[in-house]
């Protein structure tokens, strides 16, 4: 029997990229600056976690811009929320659509949103020429680029202005669960998650996704979204359940060609139950945390440019002893001489959804103040009179024992008489001494 073996290509997935760290699939979140840091996108059969500290839409819109990115990829998507929360049905309503799509209240305006955008479309005619080479202070990564083909999407830039058109081929691969629906089949709310984990199996052994399979054919990637898990729309939900589906649910992604989005309301459990909160994120693979400013007027006058602060607790780091973002992300700046981490923050414009580094030197930063022209005249008056007076000194005759500063004693003043020894003054002068 010959030892060798026929190499076999595997075929690509669709929507996906190989990370450049370990080649494993990649899916993208619909946001560039996440993916850049989750080093490239969100690993396939891995889960991540985004808690939010406030009653705010922010970790909702992550969620929104994960699944109008799976539409856009033509690949299947498992939405999972409570109808008294908000439904499934709901979520997708609301989808952004990407730039160029129907917009949200009528006409499109013609301006841009804010003045950077103007800058950069119009920055040749408001600079020199001689600068038009030089690369501007950049905060974020760059916009993704518009797809080659049909088949060529990765990452899409949204439009938080537009409202995205579900066809019926979209709607067709859209699988609703209801977490209403569920409870009435379980007795309590620990049989809800255990129903929802057998959903879930179901949904992925009968799509064909699970692994292994034949990699040689055609293969497509499952996009599962889970919004406010624990909420209280969901009933009561205990410690032990929270923990064990998440811990079931990524041993479930595993062996398929899944990946799990999940949003969780960190601040009704963070202050009866911190622990909860850390037994979860080692259940998931990455976890991303949400820092509002909403309820911290300080916070938001001190940074009066962001809405909020970007937390990394935990970054998914399969097929690796450390995360590809250590490596390969640009807004975490690690890899540089400092070998630290940038602050990170997050804000909402009118149009785009953008995360960026929040340093003291970046844009919106708080500019040094002119000088003031009459300080600077009475500083320069007083150094003149200084400096006259000090002439003034010098050209005087110079006392004994005085002398200016920076001048050199004369070597006879340095030099001191020598110090007579006790034996000499005692024999000298004996009837002054009594022993």
Not at 5 to 20: E, L, N, Y
Not at 295 to 307: E, G, K, Q, T
Request: net charge neutral.
């Amino acid at each position: 029997m010959s030892s060798f073996r026929r190499r076999v290509t595997a075929t690509p997935i669709q929507g996906t990229r190989p990370s450049p760290y370990n080649s494993l699939p990649l899916l993208s979140t619909g946001l560039s600056s996440l993916d850049d840091i989750l080093g490239g996108g969100l690993p396939l059969s891995s889960s991540l976690l985004v808690e939010s500290d406030t009653p705010t839409a922010y970790a909702d819109l992550f969620l929104k811009f994960w699944i109008s990115q799976g539409v856009e990829c033509r690949q299947d998507i498992v939405v999972v929320s409570s109808g008294l929360d908000i439904g499934p049905g709901e979520i997708v309503k609301t989808l952004p659509g990407v730039e160029g799509g129907f917009v949200v209240g009528g006409k499109q305006a013609e301006g841009d949103e804010d003045d950077e955008e103007l800058a950069a479309t119009d920055g040749k005619m408001k600079i020199a020429f001689r600068y038009e080479g030089m690369k501007q202070h950049a905060v974020t990564v760059a916009a993704p680029t518009a797809k080659a083909a049909a088949t060529d999407v990765y990452c899409s830039l949204f439009d938080l202005t537009t409202v995205r058109s579900l066809r019926a081929a979209d709607r067709a691969r859209l699988h609703f669960v209801d977490v209403d629906s569920l409870a009435s089949a379980g007795e309590d709310t620990a049989d809800l998650y255990e129903v929802l984990y057998q959903r879930l199996a179901s949904l992925i052994s009968e799509g064909g996704y699970s692994l292994p399979q034949d990699t040689t054919k055609p293969r497509s990637a499952l996009r599962i979204a889970i919004s406010s898990l624990g909420s209280p729309a969901w009933g009561p939900s205990s410690p032990s359940s929270l923990y064990s589906f998440l811990h079931r649910l990524r041993s479930l992604l595993r062996s398929s060609a899944a990946s799990a989005f999940v949003t969780f309301p960190a601040h009704l459990y963070r202050p009866s139950s911190p622990s909860l909160i850390t037994r979860l994120e080692h259940a998931c693979d990455g976890v991303i945390e949400l820092q509002s400013f909403a309820s911290s007027p300080l916070a938001l006058a001190s940074f009066p440019r962001h809405n909020g602060i970007l937390r990394i607790p935990k970054l998914p780091s399969l097929g690796s002893l450390v995360p590809p973002s250590v490596k390969l992300s640009v807004l975490r700046g690690l890899g540089g001489a400092d070998g630290m981490d940038n602050n990170l923050g997050f804000r909402v414009k009118r149009r785009r959804f953008i995360i960026e580094t929040v340093n003291g030197d970046g844009p919106g930063a708080e500019e040094p103040k002119k000088p003031n022209p009459a300080v600077e005249e009475a500083k320069k008056k007083n150094e003149e009179e200084k400096s006259e007076l000090t002439g003034q000194l010098r050209a005087k005759p110079k006392e004994e024992g005085v002398r200016f500063a920076g001048e050199k004693e004369e070597e006879s003043r340095k030099k001191v008489a020598p110090r007579a020894s006790a034996s000499k003054v005692i024999h000298a002068n004996p009837e002054l001494f009594e022993f």
